[in-house]
């Protein structure tokens, strides 16, 4: 797990929009087509959704403290989405008091280890691992014009892999993984049994158009392993993509710091 730093979102608002067409030329829709696709939400619900619902943004202080921009970006994404929101002027708990004196449907809150989005109606708790997961197996099914019965790498049986491999299995993938932790690729397949357990990543690689890398490890896809079909969505933070290749490579690698994850866990939390 990657704890963000100032130097990774400071530029994530400017780039908003570029990101949206950037998203549009890859996957055929935007960030909101995305997190709609993942979550399986109607579009005549979501333009009701984004004139009702409130969303906060609570600023949390412990561990490492506050990372400055984090909550600002958060809400800059929520709002591109169409949706109103706003960074509690207190934090902590008395941002969460403040939160729902506002009368906020959705409270957006993260410390070192979790992000969460919290319906304050219907109780739900959505994990911005899963969601991150979900998110861009979705854009994955959307690049492939679906996804069903595809081959699928999928690199990380962590929070975010776990998300993935359950969007994609829902839409009918052939989902092989491989985590340098074996015990978590067998963890994952008591949940999906269809899943291929990969031991040696390099060999593989070149065989699959389709990767997901769901882990934090830089440079785990090395270029001598791609092949000129390859898809990668890669949610990772920093990209796992050897940086000789990540420019050749980039109109077929869709990353991003925050975008999909947060809009996938609104929509998920509506
Ligand atoms: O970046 C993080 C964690 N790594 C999230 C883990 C998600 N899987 N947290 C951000 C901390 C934000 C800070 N507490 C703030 O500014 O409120």
Redesign the pocket.
């Given at each position: 797990?990657?704890?963000?730093k100032e130097k990774d979102i400071c530029e994530v608002s400017k780039n908003l929009m570029s990101y949206n067409k950037e998203l549009i030329t890859k996957t055929g829709t935007d960030l909101a087509g995305i997190a709609l696709h993942a979550t399986g939400i109607y579009e005549k619900y979501y333009n009701s959704y984004k004139v009702n619902s409130h969303i906060a943004v609570v600023?949390?202080?412990?561990?490492d403290?506050?990372?400055n921009g984090?909550?600002e970006t958060i809400k800059d994404i929520i709002n591109i989405l169409g949706f109103s929101s706003y960074v509690t002027s207190e934090k902590d708990i008395s941002g969460i008091e403040e939160a729902y004196q506002r009368m906020a449907d959705v409270i957006f809150i993260?410390?070192?280890?979790?992000?969460i989005a919290l319906n304050t109606l219907s109780r739900k708790v959505v994990?911005?691992?899963d969601a991150t997961g979900r998110g861009y197996a979705a854009a994955l099914d959307l690049v492939a014009g679906g996804i069903r019965d595809k081959e699928v790498l999928l690199i990380g049986a962590g929070?975010v892999g776990i998300g993935a491999a359950a969007f994609l299995d829902m839409k009918g993938a052939k989902i092989s993984v491989y985590d340098i932790d074996k015990e978590k690729a067998k963890s994952l397949k008591k949940h999906i049994e269809n899943i291929k357990i990969v031991k040696e990543l390099d060999k593989v690689l070149p065989n699959f158009d389709f990767v997901l890398d769901a882990t934090p490890a830089a440079g785990i896809i090395k270029e001598t392993a791609v092949n000129e079909r390859m898809i990668i969505a890669a949610p990772g933070i920093p990209l796992g993509i050897e940086s000789t290749c990540v420019e050749s490579l980039s109109h077929r690698i869709i990353h991003d710091v925050l975008e999909i994850g947060v809009a996938t866990m609104l929509f998920h939390a509506l």
């Amino acid at each position: 797990m990657t704890l963000l730093k100032e130097k990774d979102i400071c530029e994530v608002s400017k780039n908003l929009m570029s990101y949206n067409k950037e998203l549009i030329t890859k996957t055929g829709t935007d960030l909101a087509g995305i997190a709609l696709h993942a979550t399986g939400i109607y579009e005549k619900y979501y333009n009701s959704y984004k004139v009702n619902s409130h969303i906060a943004v609570v600023p949390v202080s412990c561990g490492d403290g506050v990372i400055n921009g984090f909550c600002e970006t958060i809400k800059d994404i929520i709002n591109i989405l169409g949706f109103s929101s706003y960074v509690t002027s207190e934090k902590d708990i008395s941002g969460i008091e403040e939160a729902y004196q506002r009368m906020a449907d959705v409270i957006f809150i993260a410390d070192d280890e979790k992000f969460i989005a919290l319906n304050t109606l219907s109780r739900k708790v959505v994990d911005n691992g899963d969601a991150t997961g979900r998110g861009y197996a979705a854009a994955l099914d959307l690049v492939a014009g679906g996804i069903r019965d595809k081959e699928v790498l999928l690199i990380g049986a962590g929070p975010v892999g776990i998300g993935a491999a359950a969007f994609l299995d829902m839409k009918g993938a052939k989902i092989s993984v491989y985590d340098i932790d074996k015990e978590k690729a067998k963890s994952l397949k008591k949940h999906i049994e269809n899943i291929k357990i990969v031991k040696e990543l390099d060999k593989v690689l070149p065989n699959f158009d389709f990767v997901l890398d769901a882990t934090p490890a830089a440079g785990i896809i090395k270029e001598t392993a791609v092949n000129e079909r390859m898809i990668i969505a890669a949610p990772g933070i920093p990209l796992g993509i050897e940086s000789t290749c990540v420019e050749s490579l980039s109109h077929r690698i869709i990353h991003d710091v925050l975008e999909i994850g947060v809009a996938t866990m609104l929509f998920h939390a509506l």
